[in-house]
């Protein structure tokens, strides 16, 4: 059995502005909404992994689904809101302003010591990427592989329950767009 995580391609937005809380939360919402950027295409060695596959996950979000399509056009696609990503909230710390990036590292920390207002607790993250291994085991069981193109973070969390579960990494589980 195989299965193999694959994080998105670059979003169409920009990836690294400086910005307050405020901001941040703005662009928290403009990055969940947006799509691929439009020169963005996976490795062709990506698209050789899957070519020949049937059926690929995705999250619901509009990059993992023309991700997944870019990769895999004759595949089948099942899109589904149990893949997306663990989410983040803008923590209010006035005055502060610093890249996308930072925020990002903060507000993941801050979510996993209970800061959630409004978005998902981290204890509900893990319970769905538990649901998440659940699924691509058993489509490997019955297939012999299982692909989900979906976001770096959750990826990593789902990896995380397949690790204890007796599955071995071969990939780097790199965090850059349009990586295995």
Known sequence: MRIILIRHGQPHIALSPSTGHAGFADYIGAYEEAGLAPANLPPEELRDLVRELEHVFTSDRPRSRQSAAALAP???LTADPLFAEAPLASPRIPLLRMSV???AVVSRI???AGFSPGIEKARA???RADK???ILIARAKQSGTAVLVAHGYFNWMIGRRLKKRGFVRTGSH???YCAA
Do not use: V
């Open 101 to 103: 990036p930072k925020w």
């Open 132 to 134: 998440g291994a659940d």
């Open 174 to 176: 790199q965090a850059r």
């Open 110 to 112: 801050l979510w996993h």
């Open 74 to 76: 004759e595949a089948t």
């Open 125 to 127: 993250a893990a319970a």
